[in-house]
């Protein structure tokens, strides 16, 4: 069974900085997909970042890139230049690659507060 | 076009109703899915649908039925809920159902309190 753990509750970063959120994993495919999403306090999960298992480089979008070190597990979103309008919930999540369907499988979550 | 569109956003309904949930995406993606999210926790799967068969049902209580008409449309059947049943109900897509690359796209969700 393929399980995610987000150890932050909550973060706090000022504006224009940089914050980096824990993500660990496990799972005993060798072939799978990390997420970022985003989910401000209106609801909507906002896709932000993907890493293949397979991916060599660390993926990036934008201010997002994801600390991918596969040998320790981990996902780590880093966010640069933090804006007040990152202020939101993220969550890490793994793909599940079955012969029928794809499942998500959500971490908990991290709080992120952005101040001035 | 990137965009789930959900309607209601809010509900309210009491223990005897029967209501529905839609949900539309125009992406041309083959594969939809409904998550329930309680409050301050991550969303859980519920239902997946490919190519507008049921693929997955993750032990869904009866009283939640969901209905696939055409491969842009998304339909939950609510009826005979229970209060704990109140949590926000968020659909997705995907372009496609297995392998991993293809992130889902969620639409904004529907608050639905059960009186």
């Known amino acids: 069974a393929q399980k995610i753990t987000q150890t932050q509750p909550g973060m706090f970063v000022q504006e224009k900085e940089a914050v980096t959120l824990d993500c660990t994993y496990d799972?005993?495919?060798?072939?799978?997909?990390l997420f970022w999403y985003k989910q401000p306090s209106s609801g909507e999960m906002i896709f932000l970042i993907y890493q293949g298992s397979y991916d060599q480089q660390n993926a990036t979008e934008g201010r997002y890139s994801l600390n991918f070190q596969k040998a320790r597990k981990s996902a780590n979103l880093v966010i640069s230049a933090s804006q007040l309008g990152d202020s939101a919930m993220y969550f890490c999540?793994?793909?599940?690659?079955?012969?029928?369907?794809?499942?998500?499988?959500f971490g908990t979550g991290t709080r992120l507060q952005v101040t001035l | 076009d990137t965009e789930v569109t959900q309607t209601p956003k809010h509900l309210v309904m009491g223990m005897t109703n029967k209501k529905s949930l839609k949900c539309e995406q125009h992406m041309g993606h083959r594969a939809m899915y409904w998550y329930k999210q309680k409050a301050k926790k991550p969303p859980e799967l519920m239902f997946v649908y490919s190519y507008e068969k049921l693929s997955i049902n993750e032990s869904v209580p009866s009283r939640f039925s969901p209905e696939c008409p055409n491969s842009s449309l998304l339909n939950l059947h609510l009826h005979a809920l229970q209060p704990e049943d109140s949590a926000l109900y968020l659909c997705a897509s995907s372009p496609r159902l297995a392998g991993g690359s293809y992130e889902q796209y969620f639409g904004p969700g529907t608050r639905l309190t059960v009186t």
């Open positions: 999540a793994m793909s599940d690659y079955t012969g029928t369907a794809s499942k998500l499988t």
């Open positions: 799972t005993s495919d060798p072939s799978y997909g």
